[in-house]
């Protein structure tokens, strides 16, 4: 009996000690961490936009975020999007609900500042103020519209679905026309050197330029890679003077309609990245339509 | 086993040749199957489980005195844990471009025989400093280990190094599916074991 008691309290004291060093460690390290996150997804942004190091973007440039909710009152299920509107020149939050066929229903003003936006019991507590204390909601995601001067660029959309063995987290950047700017692979399990592969510029890089009608019925086809198409897709690897201005938008042009080259020894995770794309955009494109369609009707000034 | 008699560049030499955790004492198996698709990979784990063997040999060597016998296991994994999470929590906060890469290893390395194995067998026994320079050669061994198979799974598997292209072609897409990586395995244990046949018999002659 003894000796349970003891090996009962080392055990304890020892638990204490590792749970009070691992507690120690997050908390010093939990900021730097946050941060870390926070700039890895601004950076991958911009760099789907085409702007990086040597290419910094430019400063009439403005993203802005817009973060959508399911929200259940009672029986009633809507989507409620936190729009960001432009007053003079503060920019404010508004809460524009639409049931789940796209029409208005209503609109709600929330004081929210876009900085206190980014945090997420920041929003729930400005939408827990206006909404009805019965309701629900759950957070959908957050489309990142980026705008230079008044121009709107592009979306930046993020995504998941699943792949081969878990969910492959993507960001997705289309242009107005909802034309693929970019793909980026944000995070996959899928197997290292065949599944994996995803991430390699020959592959997300065939997305690009794939215009809206295209995407819609995106394909994947089991026929090798051409040599030329994988050169252009590898852009890193680009040396200079490699491809003349005419080659890239002959090549361009040549494969805009083509469908994706499948990875050797990975078609099932081929397939989930293609079709998981083609879902997001045709989602996407959907869902902004009826938010515009009832911006519009309802004169709401959005900041995008 | 009582307290090593070994000099420390010994203690060292053993870990990388002699008592190699995967081709000698033929523990870590999984990960050694599983992860050695590529050099690149080889060197990763390897630094992670190098930091985790060596930080948690000295610590048990340290508290080697208090801990109850009947609960040494649960307190081997309880180190190994800590530190594995305590580098884990440290990469990602401050070194994000590295840990990108090494993610996903260090949290595999709770699991690892190697670890729990030589803390057993060498840190509760031995001094913090004895403890220190064996938990560096384990851990040396291990990468060298993983590099080798790397070496030779990348280069067959997709005809490349370090992910620059080599050979043009892939030569046997076989070598980076899992089930090769006991193929090599096996071969390269073959090997160790038939260069110490050798040289033992040279030694004799």
Same mark, same amino acid.
């Given at each position: 009996m003894k000796e349970i008691l003891k090996i009962t309290f080392a055990l304890t004291v020892s638990c204490l000690i590792a749970a009070a060093v691992m507690g120690l460690t997050f908390t010093v390290t939990a900021k730097a961490k946050k941060h870390n996150e926070h700039m890895n997804v601004q950076e991958t942004m911009q760099g789907l936009l085409g702007y990086g190091k040597n290419n910094p973007v430019p400063e009439d440039m403005t993203f802005h975020s817009v973060y959508r909710y399911i929200i259940e009152e009672g029986e009633n299920k809507y989507l409620g999007y936190m729009v960001p509107v432009a007053e003079g020149s503060e920019e404010g939050y508004v809460l524009v609900l639409l049931d789940l066929g796209g029409n208005f229903v209503k609109k709600l003003d929330l004081t929210i500042s876009p900085e206190a936006a980014q945090e997420e019991p920041e929003r729930e507590a400005a939408l827990k103020a206006v909404l009805d204390p019965s309701a629900h909601f759950t957070y959908g995601d957050t489309i990142v519209i980026a705008k230079r001067g008044e121009k709107r660029v592009a979306y930046l959309l993020p995504g998941e679905f699943p792949g081969f063995k878990t969910f492959i987290q993507v960001m997705l950047a289309l242009d107005p026309q909802f034309t693929i700017l970019g793909l980026e692979i944000m995070e996959h399990e899928e197997d290292p050197g065949l599944g994996g592969e995803i991430v390699q510029e020959y592959f997300k890089n065939q997305f690009r330029d794939k215009k809206f009608d295209k995407v819609k019925a995106l394909k994947v086809v089991k026929v090798p890679l051409p040599e030329e198409y994988k050169k252009y897709l590898e852009k890193k690897k680009w040396k200079e003077g490699m491809f003349t201005e005419e080659q890239i938008q002959e090549i361009r042009k040549k494969y805009e309609d083509k469908d994706i080259y499948a990875l050797t020894g990975a078609t099932i995770s081929s397939r989930s990245v293609t079709n998981g794309v083609k879902n997001m955009v045709k989602k996407f494109a959907y869902r902004v339509g009826k938010l515009e369609d009832a911006l519009a009707k309802q004169h709401i000034q959005a900041a995008f | 086993m009582a307290a090593t008699t070994k000099s420390n560049k010994q203690l060292v030499l053993d870990g990388v040749?002699?008592?190699?955790?995967?081709?000698?004492? /033929? @523990? &870590?198996?999984c990960p050694a199957v599983g992860i050695s698709t590529s050099v690149m990979n080889g060197i990763l784990l390897g630094i992670a489980v190098l930091f985790v063997q060596v930080f948690s040999s000295c610590t048990i060597s340290i508290i080697r005195h208090y801990i109850h016998p009947r609960i040494r296991i649960p307190t081997y994994t309880l180190t190994i844990a800590t530190w594995v999470t305590v580098i884990d929590l440290v990469l990602s906060a401050y070194f994000p471009v590295a840990y990108k890469a090494m993610g996903i290893f260090v949290k595999l390395i709770v699991a690892f025989a190697i670890i729990t194995m030589r803390l057993e067998m060498f840190a509760c026994k031995n001094t913090l400093e004895k403890s220190f320079w064996d938990g560096l050669g384990m851990g040396l061994g291990f990468m060298f280990g993983m590099v080798t198979l790397g070496f030779v799974r990348e280069l067959l598997? &997709?005809?490349?190094?370090l992910g620059h292209d080599?050979?043009?072609?892939?030569?046997? @897409?076989?070598?980076?599916?899992? &089930? /090769?990586g006991f193929f090599v395995v096996g071969l390269m244990m073959g090997l160790f074991n038939w260069v110490d046949v050798v040289y033992s018999r040279r030694k004799e002659g």
């Open positions: - | 040749l002699k008592e190699n955790p995967i081709f000698r004492l /033929a @523990l &870590s198996m598997g &997709s005809g490349t190094l080599i050979l043009g072609f892939r030569p046997l @897409l076989f070598f980076i599916l899992p &089930s /090769a």
